[in-house]
């Protein structure tokens, strides 16, 4: 067997081409730093809030819009050295399948209602009623089980926000009795 060296007409082929920097993570670590300057510009804004919190409002805007900045920032000079993003691995996607739009319009009217009705009727019963039509239109049959965990999910996050963050959410119908 021998090994030999095939010159093509086309010096293009024989040549290394240096792509050079993904301009793409250039217009992202720009999007970054913008979100994070806004974030924390528009947190210096809010309120005090109440007199008992610990943590004053503005506290978290300016933990995530100064990580967005760092991450702006980490991610130029990153692209500056040459690191570039990996190609798509296919995970468990399948190209040659189209879209299922009666999922997709299935979620949408789930996200429609919850916003159209958290006023009227709360986070408890809407995010209940989020989790479970979102699980069933993706598939899953078992409604009562997924309206009880639905229910303990939103329950539990209400209380969650509203008695151990102090943010007051929508009881709706359930007002009074939460």
Not at 81 to 100: I, N
Request: hydrophobic share 50%; charged share 15%.
């Amino acid at each position: 067997m021998t090994t030999e060296h095939v010159t093509h007409d086309r010096p293009d082929i024989d040549k290394h081409v240096d792509p050079g920097p993904d301009r793409a993570q250039y217009g992202l670590a720009a999007l970054l730093a913008l979100i994070g300057v806004w974030t924390v510009v528009d947190s210096a804004g809010l309120g005090p809030g109440f007199a008992d919190q610990v943590v004053r409002p503005g506290a978290f805007g300016y933990v995530i819009g100064s990580a967005l900045v760092v991450l702006a920032v980490l991610l130029a000079v990153a692209t500056a050295r040459g690191s570039r993003a990996e190609g798509e691995g296919g995970e468990d996607v399948d190209l040659d399948v189209s879209t299922d739009w009666r999922t997709l319009a299935g979620l949408a009217g789930v996200l429609v209602a919850t916003i159209a009705l958290i006023d009227w009727l709360g986070w408890a019963v809407v995010g209940a009623l989020l989790f479970a039509g979102a699980a069933t239109v993706l598939g899953n049959r078992h409604w009562v089980r997924n309206l009880v965990l639905g229910a303990v999910l939103s329950v539990t996050s209400w209380y969650g926000f509203y008695v151990g963050l102090g943010i007051p959410i929508p009881a709706g119908v359930l007002d009074g009795i939460l």
